[in-house]
């Protein structure tokens, strides 16, 4: 079994910046995917960004150029640095780890509250 936890959240102006980290641990075979997730009130939740195992990034649109993440494999985290923010990514954000290749398995943190005010 996985588990993830999330820090770093917070209140921030627009124009400004957060980093977040989600630490995992328990049973990690490697291999694994890190993701962010977010969830604006009242919206579904959307990809943000993931990091391959072997340090290969993407991005969403809405994110690119301001948000970078990144992987530290000896410590078993992941780390989004958020830059230039803006109040539409004001939201809860989640870390998810997902390992493609048998055996398989995903799992989410608790989420951390990113809040950007006008």
């Known amino acids: 079994q996985v588990q993830l936890v999330e820090s770093g959240g917070g209140l921030v102006q627009a124009g400004g910046s957060l980093g977040l980290s989600c630490r995992a641990s328990?049973?990690?075979?490697?291999?694994?995917?890190m993701s962010w997730y977010r969830q604006a009130p009242g919206k579904q939740r959307e990809w943000v960004a993931k990091v391959t195992s072997g340090g290969i990034t993407d991005y969403a649109d809405s994110v690119r150029g301001r948000f970078t993440i990144s992987r530290d494999n000896a410590k078993n985290t992941m780390y989004l640095q958020m830059n230039s923010l803006k109040p539409d990514d004001t939201a809860v954000y989640y870390c998810?780890?997902?390992?493609?290749?048998?055996?398989?398995?995903?799992?989410w943190g608790q989420g951390t509250q990113v809040t950007v005010s006008s």
């Open positions: 328990g049973r990690l075979l490697g291999a694994e995917t």
């Open positions: 998810k780890i997902q390992r493609a290749v048998t055996p398989v398995y995903t799992a």
